[in-house]
């Protein structure tokens, strides 16, 4: 598949995976009931429908598959498909999961006390744990997301063409309006929807929010100003990562010496 793309499939096609990887996220889940599945289901033209019987990739126990394939998707995007990406995913999953009714609505809603979950509650489950997951991944990120301007520029003269550079800047810094002016605000509604369930999809949604609050530390605090609860959150969790990474570097030298010690025996 991957020696497909490098060929002339992309070259026909730049926009092929950017423009189905939305919806590819609710097609590997087996996510029938949203318009996304059955848009992607009807891609045919014609009047000729797609069977996806054997792309599903549904269930827990097949997340690393699902990973593997959204990370080689991604991969062969440009800055610019990765910013509609990432737009796409927060206003029409994450977005869609604060409707009043559809299955990304009522995944967010159940308690998890729930014992009986139906197949379609657990497939929209997976596509909000996915979606967040995606977002969280380094390989997401737009140019030099989270530096400032200094350091922009001086990449920009050091590294490449300068008309390249500079237009990786300018998506860094749309991509950092956008998630101060969209992102947050739906990041927050629905992390009150989950957190009136109890939902155990507010641990997917506060490491998202975290990885932004460390990469856009000074912009955050500002848009957040009047929540000074969820800063308080956001500063603790980056606090407890920022342990957990010294720990586990002092491991690592641990471990490393006393290999060493061993190897001179």
């Known amino acids: 598949a991957q020696t497909a793309l490098r060929g002339p499939l992309l070259e026909k096609q730049p926009n092929l995976l950017s423009n189905s990887f939305v919806g590819a996220v609710f ?23 797609i069977d ?19 990370e080689m998707m991604i991969t062969y995007m440009s800055d610019e498909q990765k910013l509609e990406v990432t737009v796409r995913l ?13 299955d990304l609505a009522a995944a967010c809603k159940l308690p998890p006390s729930s014992r009986l979950v139906s197949k379609r509650i657990e497939s929209a489950t997976n596509v909000l744990t996915d979606t967040l997951d ?30 390249d550079q500079r237009v990786k800047i300018l998506l860094s810094k749309i991509s950092r309006g956008h998630m101060m002016d969209v992102v947050l605000p739906i ?14 999809l507010l641990k997917n949604l506060m490491q998202y929010l975290g990885y932004i609050f460390r990469t856009f530390k000074a912009e955050v ?3 957040l100003a009047n929540n000074p609860t969820l800063l308080q959150e956001l500063e603790y969790d980056c606090k407890r990562n920022r342990k957990k990474k010294d720990s586990k570097s002092i491991l690592g030298v641990s471990i490393d010496g006393g290999k060493r010690r061993v190897s001179m025996q």
């Open 52 to 70: 996806f019987e054997g792309a599903f990739l549904d269930g827990a126990d097949r997340y690393h598959k699902r990973r593997e394939i959204y």
């Open 90 to 102: 927060v206003k029409e999953v994450l977005g869609g999961a604060l409707e009043t009714s559809g």
């Open 187 to 200: 990041l927050c509604n629905l992390k009150t929807v989950l957190e009136a369930s109890k939902s155990p």
């Open 134 to 163: 995606i977002l969280t991944s380094p390989e997401i990120k737009v140019g030099r997301v989270g530096a400032d301007d200094d350091q922009d520029d001086d990449v920009a003269s050091t590294n490449g063409s300068k008309a």
């Open 221 to 223: 605090n500002e848009h």
């Open 27 to 49: 097609v590997f889940n087996n996510c029938k009931a949203h318009p996304l599945y059955i848009a992607e289901a009807s891609a045919g033209g014609n009047g000729m429908g």
